[in-house]
C-alpha cells in the first residue's frame, strides 16, 4: 500500500495507471475511519476487480466547514487509519495536504469552485451554507486528481450522493458514481466519525435518530398517507424527549429530485439532522 502526499506524484502515477489499462476506483473520506468507510472500501476493491486498482482519499476538506463548525476538532488519525485500511487490500491511499489541495489559498490567490444549484438548496445545503460548494469543489478536484474510472459515496450522506451524481452529469467527469448503503451500530446509530464526540449518555440518546425513522416506517405501512407536517411533529416530539436531542430539521422527500412532499407516502425519503448535545448528527432512510 503506497501513501501519496502531492496532487504531482497521484496524477502522473494516475496516468501511468490508465496508460496500462487498469481500473481506477476511489473512495472518498476525511478519515477517522469507520466501518460504514471499509464497507465502501471492500465495494470499491469489488468494482475495481484484480487487475483494477483501489485509490482512498484521507482529507479533511477545509471548505465544507463553516465558520463555527468542527473543522479544528475534527479526530485524525493516519496512523489508525492506515492500520484498518492494510488488511483490505487497497493499493494507494492519498493524503494531501491543505497547502497541495488548495495552492494559494493563504494567500487569497485560490478563487474556482464547484456550484450546485438546485439540489443544494434545501436541507445540508439551507442548514450549512457553502457546504456543498466545498464538497463539489473537492470532489471535482480529486475526480481531477486521482483520475478514476469509478467513486464509492455513502447512502449515510443521500444529499451530498445526488449532488455529486448531478455534478458528474453536468460537468461531463468520465466515471462512474456507486452508491454503497448505510452501516450501522448493533442498535441502529449510523456509524459516523462524529459519533466520537459523543459522552456516554449522548450516545444512548443518539438512537434517537435511528428510531425516529423506524417510527415513520411504520406509521407509512401502517396508515399509507401521511400529512408531511403531522408527521415531523411526531419525530420532533420523540427525539426532543431526549434531555439532549434537538431537531435541525426533519424532511420528507422526493428521492430523485429531493423536492420535499407535502404528503409522505411509501417510497418517500426521510433525513433528519439533529443535534445531540453540541454533535450534529445525520441519518436518512427511504419509507
Ligand atoms: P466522511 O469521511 O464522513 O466524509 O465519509 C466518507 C464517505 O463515507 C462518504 O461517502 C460517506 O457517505 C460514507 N459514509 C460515512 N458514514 C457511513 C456509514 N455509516 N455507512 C456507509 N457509508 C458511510
Sequence with gaps: MKVIK??????????KLKRKGRRIVLVPTMGYL???????????????GANGVVVVSIYVNPTQFGPNEDLSRYPRDLKRDLDLI?????????????????????????????????LSKNMEGSS?????????TVVGKLFNIVMPDAAVFGEKDYQQAAIIKRMVKDFNFPLKIVVSPTVRESDGLAMSSRNSYLNESERKQATALFRAIQYAKNAVSKKGTINANDLKNELKNL?????SGR???IEF???????????????????????????????????
Excluded at 450549512?128 to 463539489?136: D, E, L, T, Y
Design 247 to 249: 431537531v435541525d430539521y
Design 128 to 136: 450549512r451554507p457553502g457546504h456543498f460548494r466545498g464538497v463539489a
Design 86 to 118: 492494510r488488511p483490505l487490500n487497497v493499493d494507494i491511499v492519498f493524503n494531501p495536504s491543505d497547502k497541495e489541495m488548495y495552492p494559494g489559498k493563504e494567500e487569497g490567490l485560490y478563487s474556482t469552485y464547484i456550484v450546485e444549484e438546485n
Design 253 to 287: 422527500f422526493d428521492p430523485e429530485t429531493l423536492q420535499p412532499v407535502s404528503k409522505v407516502r411509501s417510497g418517500a425519503h426521510l433525513a433528519l439532522a439533529v443535534y445531540v448535545g453540541k454533535t450534529r448528527l445525520i441519518d436518512n432512510a427511504s419509507l
Design 6 to 15: 502531492t496532487v504531482q506524484l497521484m496524477q502522473k502515477t494516475a496516468m
Design 239 to 243: 427525539i426532543e424527549k431526549e434531555p
Design 34 to 48: 469507520h466501518n460504514g468507510h471499509l464497507s465502501l472500501i471492500k465495494k470499491a476493491r469489488k468494482t475495481a
